[in-house]
């Protein structure tokens, strides 16, 4: 079985342009969360969503967006890109909301000069 | 106080040696507890997971949780330098729009051949 796709795997903007990034879940995993990894603050949540709606959201401004299709792939929108938005940004995915494991993709290695 | 601390490392040890690595956390409604290995450039893979308090085994792996104390263990036995990468520990408890997870910062460990 395929594990958790995301794309692009690298990506480099600048200051004030806005990006989309990509995820495709584990095949029958219905619940995908966007996490940010940087160095300073480790792995922190952003949000989750099931079936096409977000149920979960962490402590992020209101640039950050996502959405969820009916295929359970996702998508995650940052506007007015910040020098302190150059992360990794991992997907997860689970079988369902009240799933005790996660699994991750590669993460999308994002540079904003 | 954070959420879930961690053992900072980095940790070094020689091959073949045994490696502790030990999270401490202060949500006491955590129920289920995940070790995550990280290689460079890499996202999250699951190494282990268990439910409340006990022992797991898996191989080389042990992971230990003693809820009462709050307080979780991975124990490498014969560790190799394929072992090398940062080790992140997660717990997770249900909310009220699906399952909680933190993460703890991550303690990096480099075996030495």
């Known amino acids: 079985k395929a594990g958790v796709t995301q794309t692009p795997r690298y990506l480099i903007k600048t200051r004030g342009q806005q990006v989309t990034l990509s995820c495709s879940p584990i095949s029958g995993h219905r619940s995908v969360s966007w996490y940010q990894q940087t160095p300073g603050q480790g792995l922190q949540f952003l949000f989750e969503?099931?079936?096409?709606?977000?149920?979960n959201k962490g402590n992020f401004p209101g640039r950050f967006s996502g959405r969820q299709f009916s295929n359970s792939r996702s998508e995650m929108n940052v506007s007015t890109l910040e020098l302190g938005d150059s992360a990794l940004y991992l997907c997860a995915s689970s079988l369902g909301i009240h799933q005790e494991t996660q699994y991750f993709g590669p993460g999308t290695r994002l540079l904003v000069l | 106080q954070k959420e879930v601390e961690q053992d900072p490392g980095p940790l070094s040890v020689p091959e073949g040696a045994i490696v502790s690595l030990n999270c401490t956390y202060s949500?006491?409604?955590?129920?289920?507890f995940m070790w995550y290995r990280q290689y460079s450039r890499k996202g999250p893979e699951l190494l282990m997971y268990t439910y409340s308090s006990g022992n797991k085994e898996d191989g080389r792996f042990t992971a230990q949780v003693d809820k009462s104390s709050k307080y979780i263990s991975l124990f490498i036995r014969d560790s190799q330098p394929s072992d090398s990468a940062t080790y992140l520990c997660a717990m997770s408890a249900r909310g009220n729009y699906g399952q909680n997870f933190v993460f703890g910062p991550g303690t990096r460990l480099s075996v030495l051949p």
């Open positions: 969503y099931f079936s096409e709606t977000q149920r």
């Open positions: 949500n006491s409604a955590f129920q289920y």
